[in-house]
């Protein structure tokens, strides 16, 4: 496959709670994006009301300022970051996790009954829709009880006998606290498996070995690598590797199996770009793709010949991205050269420079090309149109200037909708395995013949619990930017019983940032709220790219802010419409969308009733005035480089951390954050909440009247960004995450009177 934005290594990877599980029923493959707390907070031994009197913490505080063009930061909870060095770090947190259980008794109720929900929709046992590679069909499946799948074979037919090749429970016995297994990965000859696997959910993987004849592990292990690498021989496999630090993917080597030797292919020496590799469609050449937020350079290996130095393509140029296949008779290029939303492009393996590239399929205004799916006879174009995703089918024709022949585009029925391919792995066929999903119809996987344009559903996602699709309705919606240049797309879903209105609870999701579109996808999990009476809103704000490239460059370094005004200014449309309410409305985002919060938060807290933010990155300046903290320097391109003035002055003004208001009354606010969290470091929520705690007991002491809300902070001490791993854990944190809500919304979830008051002792 050949993705337009190659795999960037981001610090914050978006939290689309709406596609939970997808893409395990998918290829089993990919774990889900969101997956926290391991240790359950609804079982406690502490069961006390609300509304008893109990302290929080009190975080204690060491002078600290930073000072940059002669703006100083106060920062009295720096301290935090050193975990290692003081015990009082990790006492904090853990005194934070207690005060949730001290006061959880209505969340713990609420939150079982939701968590039982949530795993009663899922099937016991379940398996996903094999796919076709060379003589075998490959698969996965859930063992009722069990947390990880079951990867399995038949051999030449879906009928023949099964064939166990990697049992992920078994593995996961060592380790049962965090256990990740990915880029589950068989060798050309069908012979041997590979496979990722982190124990501690900082994104450090050993690659594993199997021998698939005998069963059995083969003795060779590549340690404390990023997970990706791919196949080039039976002997010969290319991996990335990270700095043990910055966690920069900047290596990668070339691992002789019979040997047992690793070779340095490349380093990538500029601090803002990160590496990975992959193999084409025809399986007949390895790429290594460098990559940075606005720029890429590709270079290929011929599989024919492993050890050849790597040639590049076409050499990196300041906002020129590109990514790379193999065509069988050329190389297949997305390119923005010239052409904003992308386009096709193709060149011979001896002529790779752009000057020889030749338009396969030209650049729309009005079409966002995002992936391409190679095939023989095919190519298969996934692009955003019209705020909707699209998939337009192109015969492969060499005779044509372009090489391809007649066009056709997949229709689909519903107003709003998301298709991506599936599981492609063979380069001559013509069917072609997509998967199709709405707000209100679970996932289903297709077998689409690309020749005669039939379809037969191979696999429809089963929801338990009595679901009926009939029992829900979705709409889009278009509300205007405050600036009345932009109509902004909002997806919303609800139960037919309870549709939106101002006294209706509403939960307003949004992200924002790296080009990233929350598509309209199924959640199952969020079924506990619809059935409750919430309605359900994903913001298409600006800083995604729903609407195209300029959608995404309007919301990016010194035009961020619009990210926060389009997510504010569809809480205000929602509200005009009579939609929504401030009594009734709440915010929810994650990682690079904890910003997103916490910007909202400081920028219009009288809009919302409750917000939740996970692993938020709410310590903007901190984090990208140090270079030294993990992917800092790949992240200029996103936020802009605060060690210029000017982005310092535009950037500090939304830094969540730093402009905390000590007189706002903010709105009820869960945050939770994993302590092993590579991507967004754990003291970054531990610090915005002990600020917003002090100056919530300063307005007390200095006879403010304080509005009742609620603050709660749960770190998983078991866990990094991705959360917690498994198919039923990650169900707590959403139990945790939905109950919060809903006892806000019933008013079960008062505010503990020592919240506001002094505290007990500092820790």
Known sequence: MLRRALYHLNRFKPIPFNTYIRSLVISGLVHPIFQKDQQSFLHTSSKMSANAHVDPPVCKQIPHNHEKFGHVRPDPYFWLRNRKDDPDVEAY????????????????????????????????????????????????????????PVYFRHYKTVDAPEEVILDVNELSKEHPKYFDARRISKSPSHKLLAYAVDTQGRRFYNIHFRDLETGKQIGQV??????????????VIFYSKQDPETLRSHQVFRYNRQSQTHELVFEEKDETFSVRVGRSSTRQYIFIQSHSTLSSEASFIPVSDPTTKPRVIQVRESEHEYSVDDMGTGFLLATNWKAKNFRIMATAYDKTAKEHWQEVVAHDPETFIEDVDVFKNYLVVTVKRDALTHMDIYERDESTVTGVGNKHTVKFPEKAYVIATGVNAEYDTSNLRYIYESLTTPSQSWDYSMSDKSRVLVKQKKVLGGFNEANYKSDRIWVPSRDGKEKIPVDLVWHKDHPPSPSTPLLQYGYGSYGITIDPTFGQTRLSLLDRGFVWAIAHIRGGSIMGRRWYEDGRQLRKLNTFYDFIDVSKGLTERKMASPEHLYALGGSAGGLLMGGIMNMAPELYCGICAMVPFVDVMTTMLDESIPLTTGEYDEWGNPNKKEFYDYMVKYSPYDNVDPNTHYPHLLVMTGLHDSQVQYWEPAKWVARLREYRRAQKSNGSKVVDRQLLFKTDMDSGHSGSTGRYKPLKDFALIFSFMVNLENGALKVAAGDVGQGREEL
């Not at 713990?108 to 939701?114: F, L, M, N, P, Q």
């Not at 590549?222 to 002997?235: F, H, K, L, P, S």
């Open 222 to 235: 590549i340690e404390n690598v990023t997970g990706n690498y791919t196949w080039a021989t039976e002997d």
């Open 93 to 148: 947190l853990n005194a934070e996790n207690e005060y949730i259980k001290k006061i959880g008794h209505p969340i713990e109720e609420t939150g079982d009954k939701i968590f039982q929900e949530m795993k009663g929709r899922i099937p016991p046992a379940d398996r996903s829709a094999p796919y076709k590679d060379g003589d075998y069909y490959y698969g996965n499946r859930f063992v009722e009880g069990c947390e990880y």
